[in-house]
């Protein structure tokens, strides 16, 4: 068969679902290419995968027996400020599938010594603005061994919801740190889960960067003291330490301010995530904070945000 791929988001980022796709079919003799609409001709089969429910569909007519859409960006949509999972419009990949060695070859520029994978899916807290309890289960639980996405590479990038929460987390840190790679947990390490045995099992690792989240402004009592006692026990530099701060969801900008200021002083990189970047009424001064907190340059210079020159919008 022809194979066709479409990274509906585009090529900025490995598609880990098109990686498996490729290379079920290159074990099964199948020709894999990606798609272009001018150039590839007729093709048997063409996959589209869209992570990204913002991301405008793929426009042009293709010239396939078969289409398969697929990802979170088609079966989730933006609806009155709040993300909807449709699982009627959701397509699983098949087990053998899911659970093939990715095919790293389609994205020489970010692959060539980097695996990307996830040990772990679902995450129990089921938080409005977030789509993954819905979508994946409100159980945290092992999907993968390290050997499945891993084959000796120098670096590897872990794309798990939540894998503390995980019944397994110790014997999946423990394959981390076994693998001697530098690792990078590229989503919000749940900060709440911290204990002394998984700051120490962390610390074990070589760690390019951790991102843990604040997402909630509630939660202060609870996350600011394990922040702490978390930069205590490892050491470790506001360079690899980042904390993803949700804003433009249920806070006000006092609070949003008050989260980024108590991180800097911690000695945390704080990343500004804007929720429901489509509404309007208030979005200024969102913006104008994530464009502050995420230049680091200009963030390490302003120290205040009345200096950076934004006027705060409070409705």
Known sequence: MKIGLIAVDGHNYPNIPLMKISAWHKAHGDTVEWYERLFSGHMDRVYLSKVFSFTLDYPYYIDA??????????????????????????????????????????????????????????????????????????????????????????RIVLCDPNLLACREWKDLLQQLIDSKAIINFNQGVDARLMTEEKMEMLKRLKVNAIHFAWDRYEDKEIIVPRLKAFKEITGWGRDKLSVYVLINYDTTIEQDLERIYTLRDMGYNPYVMIYNKGATKGMDTVRCIQRWVNNRKIFNVAKRFEVYGCKINKT
């Not at 079966?75 to 419009?89: F, L």
């Not at 093939?100 to 692959?111: A, M, T």
């Not at 409100?138 to 996405?149: G, I, M, P, T």
């Open 65 to 154: 027996d078969q289409v398969i859409k697929g990802g979170s960006g088609y079966c989730i949509e933006v609806a009155n400020g709040r993300e909807v999972y449709h699982k009627e419009r959701d397509t699983e990949l098949p087990w053998e599938i899911e659970h093939c060695y990715p095919d790293y070859d389609l994205y020489p520029e970010f692959c060539r010594e980097t695996a990307y994978g996830f040990l772990t899916r679902g995450c129990p807290r089921g938080c409005d603005f977030c789509h993954v309890a819905e979508k994946e289960g409100r159980c945290s639980v092992k999907v993968a061994d390290l050997s499945e996405f891993w084959k000796g590479q120098k």
